[in-house]
Every structure is written in C-alpha cells, then in structure tokens.
C-alpha cells in the first residue's frame, strides 16, 4: 500500500545516543544537588528561628511586658508620618517602649526595611515567641520563689505551696496583707470582710498601690510615695529574674550614691515593673476579676516614666540609684579617675619599664 512504501521520517534532533545507566546517574546527582540546596535552606531558617527566637527574649524585659511589637513599630511610623499630631498618654507609652525596643535591638529597623511583607511578619512571629517564652520562663521562676520567700519572711500558718492555687491571696491571711491596697489597714475587721466578701466599697483593681510594694510593708497616707517601690520581696525578685535566682537572697547593698551601671537602668525599671505584676499573677490572662494587670504595669510604667516635673524626677533617679546599690552591690569605678589610676600597679610597672629601657639606652 501507499503508506507502506513511505520513507520513515529524518530524525531531527541531532541526540546522540547514551546508556540508560549514564542519563539515571546524572539524573540522581541533580536530584542529589536540589536536596542539598534544600537542607541548606532548612539549616539557614533553622538558624534565622534561632537567633530571631534568642533575640526576641529581651522583649518583654526592656521593650514592652505586653504590648505587641507591630504596634510600637506602627506608633513609630504614625510619628514619622504626622509629626505635628497629638499624642494619646497611651501612644506615648508605646513609643517611650518602641525607643527601648531599638536599644535592645539595634539591628531591627534595617532589617524591616530589607525584608518583603512575608519574611518581615515571619521574623515579627519569632521575636514574639521568644519574648513570651522567656516571659513565662520568669513566671514559672517567680512562682515557686515567691512562695518560699513569703514563707521564710512572714511565716504564714499554713504554709504557702506554689502549687495550691486555693490556700493563698486573700484567703492567706499573710497573702492578704500583702495584696492589701495601701489606702486601707488589713488588720481592720471590715476592711478584711470586705475585701474577702469582693464588696462594692472594697474593689481591689490596679487602682491601688499593693503594700508589698513598700518598704517594710507600710504606706504612709499622707505620703503614698514614700516607700514605695522598695520591698525586699521586689528587689529579691528582680535579683532572682535579672541576675540569678541564688542572689535574691543577697541584700547587702546601701540605698546611698551614684548609679553605677547606667546600661542597666531601663532594664531595672521595667524588671521592677514585671516583677510587680508577676508576684500575684498565676497566669497571662489581662484581666482576673476587677483588677487589670496590664493596667497595672502601665501605672507603674507611668510612675517612673512620667514624672510630674523635676522634683519628682530627681526622686525617681535617687531610687533608681538605690535599687542600683541593692541589685548590683557597691562600686566606685566612677571615682577611677586619671590621677587615682597613675597611682596603681599597672601604671607604675608600666612607667618603671620605661625608665629601665632609657637607662639601658643610656649605658650602652
């Protein structure tokens, strides 16, 4: 027939024949390369989770115990959009956090710019993570310390157990004075049933100074300052969470003199505040019945970030200085000055080896 008798058609693509085993060997060292390339890009993201997750535990120390990142960056850039806008007492306190926020991470800005939306949202997610974890890490650590001091300090019957959730706050009688708002005397019959019975003239909410706030846990009500923000429990806490928990126990530090570690103050201040509002706190929730705990941190924030005017800001730095000496203990780099330095060993070894080279110079 016609179609048999036709010529087969010229073979076009100039291929050159191989063995099937070569093209399967070939074909096996490029999947072998693409998998390589892939656990590389794995590794590289295992990485970048790593250090976003390490870097991200500063957060809720320095920055903001609450506050989510995106919205101190967003008050940010609403300042550098309008900067002759009006700004709320609460978008001051993000920005004044987004100020620490850059302090702590130096390096977060540029790298924002640099990223697409995807990877700038990525590395916001892990920054997080690791702030929340590191926050519940030094709740977990307050929790069962709290307990302990509390019961070596005071000597409640029965004893507290950081595991009984039942037998402590304003059922303790110990833990009631603790918690006990400065404007009222917990030893008053009524203010005590009142407190407990959670009566309208007794609300207890973050409107309220906790004496275990003060110093000795006393106020004074014609002076609410005085004292405040000097507990030994507070300062045992901050010891515990920014030093180590085996130094909470070491208080030998003197209330008088410079500070000595200017680095430190703005972890110090928000340190106090965490601590403050983790002493009571069993969980994250914000709220826990009539008292607000993220606005108790923002009032306590207020206290050492707002100050009314100079009078109270030089009282502010004086207890700053104070929780310096106790947290850190005594120094006196700052008074190493030039002439005091030329006097010690190093720089007398340094100038005697001098003079021994001149005299060698000048024998030879």
Known sequence: SSN???????????????????RAKRKIATL??????????????????????????AIRRLAALYSPIEDL?????????????VSTLEQDRLQRSYVELVKALPWIHDKIASLDDEDSEDMLRKLKRGADSARGDDTGTLKELVASWV?????????ISASDKHHRGFVNDTCGKLLCPAEWCWDDPVVKAGIRDRT?????SENSWPLFMYQNCAAIAGN????????????????????????????DGDGQGTDIIENNRRARRQD?????????????????????????WNNIVD?????????????????????????????????????????????????????????TFDSD
């Open 4 to 22: 048999s008798s036709r010529s087969p058609l010229p073979d076009n693509s100039q291929r050159v024949p191989t063995s099937p085993q070569a």
């Open 32 to 57: 072998m390369e693409e998998v390589e390339l892939l656990k590389q890009d794995k590794a590289t993201k295992q990485r970048k989770t790593i250090y976003y997750v390490a870097q991200g535990r």
């Open 73 to 85: 960056i967003a008050e940010n850039d609403r300042r550098c959009e309008h900067e002759d806008s």
């Open 151 to 159: 019961n070596i300090e005071f000597r409640p019957n029965p004893l």
């Open 200 to 204: 309208t003239a007794y609300i207890v």
């Open 224 to 251: 609410l300052e005085h004292g405040l923000m000097k507990s030994k429990l507070l300062v045992m806490g901050l010891k515990a969470l920014f030093t180590s928990p085996s130094s909470a126990n070491e208080l």
């Open 272 to 296: 106090q505040a965490k601590v403050k509002t983790c002493v009571a706190i069993t969980s994250w929730r914000t709220i826990d019945g009539d008292f607000d705990y993220e606005m108790f």
């Open 303 to 359: 206290f050492f970030e707002d100050a009314p005017g100079p009078a109270a800001r030089a009282r502010i730095n004086e207890l700053l200085e104070w929780w310096t000496r106790k947290v850190f203990g005594r120094n006196h780099r700052q008074d190493l000055t030039s002439d005091v330095v030329s006097q010690m060993s190093v720089r007398t070894l340094a100038a005697q080896r001098l003079a021994m080279e001149d005299a």
